[in-house]
């Protein structure tokens, strides 16, 4: 046996399980398991990548500087407090390693981003699973549940995997609640699908206090997963931490060349949210019709609820013999639901077919 040893909380930490991405045996129709971008990237920013392999050679901006302005231009923030990274993973990582450790506490709701508690063991702090109601983070029980060992709360707004959302109105009275040395994390990965007036991502929370994070990504509506590009907006103190701790390049040529561009391509992103506009409530609804039960959705899935755990698998084992790859979710403690990204209108109409079909078989 080895006398290395790793730190308290690695070894108790289960590894993330992505969603699959095959079939066995089988060519794939669609792949409905990791929320990526119903409409692929923008064809300027394919373009743009293209034409960044000529200098694949160079080491890329280790600061992200032209990254960061076309942010902060097309959100109206100040650049200065924008930090890339190679997808918001990184860093929701580096800010539980700059604010949590052994001792310590990070809270989150319960159907919340398997990276939390991860994030949190790997630094020897305490992950803590805050219930929630009716699938929703529940402000008054995370509050109830802060004591002088919280150092991070993390809020995913909206909900991966449950797809709920957190008013701005208990999102804020979630910080003003908070003690003033505890960093509030906002999660905004699919901020850009959300149209609800009682919303907002995090940014004028961000400009009022020094103790709240904004992390956003370009895997989702941009789909551009596979480049690994993520962004966060903080206070002057906080960036300046993690510029610290980050690796100087961290976000590779590429992605950066790519990641302007798409944000350019405003055609593209509005393409993108119209798809889900559209094929999200339609393909509630009709799972609703089939007696299933679809959780309220602001993102760009839905989870459906099959009753039980033992039918929420043969659903899954129905749907890949059609081609059709969706996310079961047991490991966040759900496991009698599936998790369907929502794709194109053929996609999103075989998906409709094939649990028909499923339940037709399976009363």
């Known amino acids: 046996m080895s006398a290395l040893t790793p730190r308290p909380g690695i070894m108790k930490i289960a590894p993330y399980v992505p969603g699959k991405d095959s079939v066995d045996g089988k060519e794939p129709i669609a792949k409905l398991s990791s929320n990526e971008g119903a409409l692929g990237p923008s064809p300027k920013a394919m373009a743009a990548y293209a034409r960044a392999a000529a200098e694949l050679h160079r080491y890329p901006d280790g600061a992200s500087d032209r990254l960061r302005h076309a ?16 997808g918001s993973d990184e ?7 700059s604010y949590c ?10 159907y919340g981003f398997l990276m ?7 630094v020897g702090a305490t992950p803590v699973a805050v219930p929630e109601k009716d699938y929703r983070a529940d402000v008054d029980a995370m509050l109830a549940r802060v004591t002088d060992r919280t150092r991070v709360v993390c809020l995913a707004n909206p909900n991966n995997p449950t797809g709920s959302y957190v008013t701005k109105d208990d999102v804020r009275r979630l910080h003003a609640d908070l003690p003033k040395n505890v960093l509030l994390v906002i999660d905004a990965a699919y901020a850009e699908y959300v149209s609800r007036n009682d919303y907002e991502s995090g940014v004028e929370l961000v400009d009022r206090a020094e103790n709240v994070v904004m992390t956003r990504t370009f895997s989702k509506i941009y ?17 300046d931490v993690i510029n610290r701790l980050r690796q100087p390049f961290n976000v590779n040529l590429a992605a950066q060349i790519a990641g302007i561009a798409a944000l350019e391509d405003i055609a593209h992103t509005d393409a993108s949210r119209a798809n889900n506009d559209i094929w999200l409530p339609w393909l509630s ?39 059709l790859i969706p996310r079961m979710i047991a490991g966040y403690g759900l496991p009698e639901h599936l998790r369907i990204t929502i794709g194109t209108e053929t996609e999103m109409k075989l998906v409709q077919e094939s649990l028909a079909r499923f339940v037709a078989g399976h009363k």
Not at 228 to 235: I, P, V
Not at 291 to 302: E, I, R, T, W, Y
């Open 101 to 110: 450790g052994p001792g310590d506490e990070l809270l989150y709701s319960q």
């Open 71 to 86: 942010i902060g231009r097309h959100y109206g923030l100040d650049a200065s407090r924008i930090v890339c990274g190679s």
């Open 223 to 239: 789909g551009m997963g596979g480049l690994r590009l993520g962004w966060m907006y903080a206070s002057a103190g906080i960036v």
């Open 116 to 122: 939390y508690p991860i994030n949190a063991l790997g």
């Open 285 to 323: 609804a009709e799972l609703g019709k089939l007696g299933l039960k679809p959780l309220p959705s602001v993102g760009n899935f839905v989870t459906v609820g099959f009753g039980s755990r033992e039918r929420a698998a043969a659903a899954n084992d129905w749907l890949m013999k059609d081609g």
């Open 91 to 97: 860093l929701l990582n580096l800010l539980v390693r």
